[in-house]
Every structure is written in C-alpha cells, then in structure tokens.
C-alpha cells in the first residue's frame, strides 16, 4: 500500500509526565511502542526521525528496522 507504521522513541527526561498522565506515553502506545508504558517514570518528548539520541523504527510485517537502514535499503522491485 505504501504505507508503513514508524515507531517513534520516547526521551524521559526528569521534566517530562509521569507515564500514567502523558500524551507522549500514550502516543506512544498508539505508535507500536514495544516497551509498555511506566505510569512513574517521567515522559518528555516523543522523536520523530534518525537522531542518533532516539531512532526511530519502520515496522513491516511485525520486524522493526532503525529508520536509517530503512532509508538506505533498495526500494522492493515489482508491481502490487
């Protein structure tokens, strides 16, 4: 179809919500986030992109690829 699901990746900085409180952890959530929420621990920021810091991952057929490896591969060849 075209499109794929990207997962983003969650900074937990001191300043951030606590998980059971917080868009970006519920955001999260939604996006396919592997690690399940922590209702205590601080949400802050919620990445999109190939910042070494906080990689994001293309998710096809239930297999996560870093974004950057993702971008680099050869597009799939052939018609749908």
């Known amino acids: ?3 794929v699901l990207v997962r ?7 300043w951030g919500v606590p998980g059971s409180h ?3 952890a519920e955001l999260a959530s939604l996006g396919g986030h592997p690690d399940p929420v922590q ?3 601080p949400y802050a920021e919620l990445w999109m992109g190939a ?6 991952h293309v998710v096809e057929e239930g297999v996560a690829t870093p974004l950057p490896q993702w971008l680099a591969a ?6 749908a």
């Open 22 to 24: 917080s868009q970006v």
């Open 74 to 79: 050869p597009p799939p060849v052939g018609g």
């Open 39 to 41: 209702p205590d621990e």
């Open 51 to 56: 910042h070494p810091g906080g990689v994001n």
């Open 8 to 14: 983003p990746a969650v900074q937990k900085y001191a």
């Open 1 to 3: 179809s075209g499109v």
